[in-house]
């Protein structure tokens, strides 16, 4: 990168790549309360939504890029924290921060990540390419950050030690290594990054390929508390996990890149989502995820 | 550009080219005020700035991005206007829309646009690359934006015959087929876009390419609303007029793809910028630039 301070950031694509571009809103008291989540976490959570829709395309992540608002009743202490969350994430990452804007805002806090990534030409593992009757699988566990995010309504957030728990929550990370071996082996046919909750995710999946899916829900790896599985309801359809669903027909392992990796089901020719209970019934699923607080829609 | 809807949109850089990035907020008071501005005119201007950064590295945009936040008391009528505005305007310049996110704001309107665009490798024009002895330019009038705004201000918005004469704040306009022909014939040795005010971006140039700049007062080409060219103070600190200012050794013509380019002075190996009044008096010129309704600083 160079051009840093410049009108533009000059960035060089590797030859033979395409280019992946993403863009995240975070704002306050939609994605995140001032009074619930640390500075360092939000600031951490903003990048990780970019660099887990990088992991999701199997591509390897460039550059970001932060535009921040900041009404004046902000302290400039939150801010700082803020960024050292975004920054000390960057560079886990390797990623610069090259850039970005700074403004005020008329209230709150707001802020749009941008992350740059690419992917060796037309290897960019999209939403559309799943095929009936592949398998289905997730990294990582479900249901955590919700979890955590449930906790955090009631009120009760009991101490550091409890939300020690809530991993997923509390420190957040992109599954770019996990996407890149996806790739790499052309073992995915459609990747899609669980920010929304599982339900709603698949469906984009569903929707894009045109395929149906039947979900076993004691297949479902749930988020542990304690010594106890977060609710299904949770893990179906609580969003912030940053872990990613895919589809295959090919053999894929039970880890990928140190992560736990578990078949939940299999596409179908049916144009639904079905679930079939721990009680054997089957039942209709929807796209029930995540709403944040206040509503968002992802264009 | 493919996957649109996706995790990210994938982009084609043409080979041999570097990649361009630039991101700018537009935010409710700061940037425009929803009483004064046309919501067309508000997500005109919004493009216009990315567009702009790109034409001052003398680049090819090749796609946009509009991250937008709007709270509940914003009617649909002004958002479908806002992007009306940026969608004609991203026509004109055959620029797709790639992408974005959509959330809604706890206050006003907040949008941040990112334009990507490409330049070929080693060929942007930096702000960094001015000697000592060379011409400075200017291209199209100065601080017409800034009297629009100042008669905004004033609460005399007079019609819409007024502002015909303010065109460069009622209808902005990237100036990118100059930048492409200056960089394409290697002719500016530094450049910057004119969004903050002449001042404070010839500033940015002396800075970064460590010269000092000699300003003649009446060769500065003033924006005209009447018959009467605006206030000198306009046109040396009034942002927002998104000209370009550069500086060259070479031939540089009066007028660059259909725009007319007007010598305003020279670089020195001085530190200082210094301003030839219309009495031959020489003052010292400082930073002095827009400083937007509540204060925005571009990082």
Chains 1, 2 share one sequence.
Not at 17 to 37: A, G, K, Q, S
Not at 58 to 73: T, Y
Not at 222 to 227: D, E, L, M, P, Y
Request: proline share 5%; with cysteine.
């Amino acid at each position: 990168v160079t051009g840093i301070g410049d009108d533009c950031a000059v960035l060089r694509v590797p030859p033979g790549h395409e280019l992946l571009v993403t863009t995240d809103f975070t704002i306050e008291n939609v994605h995140f309360r001032r009074d619930w989540h640390r500075p360092e976490l939000v600031g951490r959570r903003c990048l990780t939504r970019g660099l887990s829709d990088i992991a999701a395309m199997g591509g390897e992540p460039l550059a970001a890029f932060l535009s921040l608002a900041v009404s004046s009743d902000v302290p400039q202490k939150w801010v700082d924290r803020f960024l050292k969350g975004v920054l000390d994430l960057a560079a886990e990452f390797k990623v610069p921060l090259a850039g970005g804007d700074t403004a005020q805002s008329r209230a709150g806090i707001q802020a749009d990540i941008v992350v740059v990534g690419s992917v060796p030409k037309g290897k960019a593992v999209l939403r559309s390419g799943a095929n009936a009757g592949e398998q289905i699988y997730v990294t990582g566990e479900l249901g955590g950050s919700a979890a955590a995010l449930a906790r955090l309504m009631e009120l009760k957030p009991g101490g550091p030690e409890y939300f020690q728990h809530f991993s997923r929550h509390s420190h957040p990370f992109a599954r770019v290594a996990v996407g890149r071996w996806l790739r790499q082996r052309g073992v995915a046919s459609a990747m899609i990054d669980l920010s929304d909750g599982l339900s709603t995710d698949l469906d984009h999946i569903c929707q894009e390929s045109h395929v149906g899916a039947e979900i076993e829900a004691e297949a479902i790896p749930r988020a542990q508390v304690g010594k106890k599985p977060v609710a299904l309801e949770l893990a179906l359809h609580g969003g912030d996990d940053y872990e990613l669903l895919f589809t295959s027909a090919a053999t894929v392992p039970s880890k990928i890149a140190g992560v736990p990796v578990t078949r939940i089901g299999r596409t179908t020719q049916s144009a639904e989502m079905r679930l079939i209970g721990v009680d054997g019934k089957v039942r209709l699923l929807k796209a029930g995820g995540w709403e944040h607080f206040q509503g968002n829609q992802k264009s």
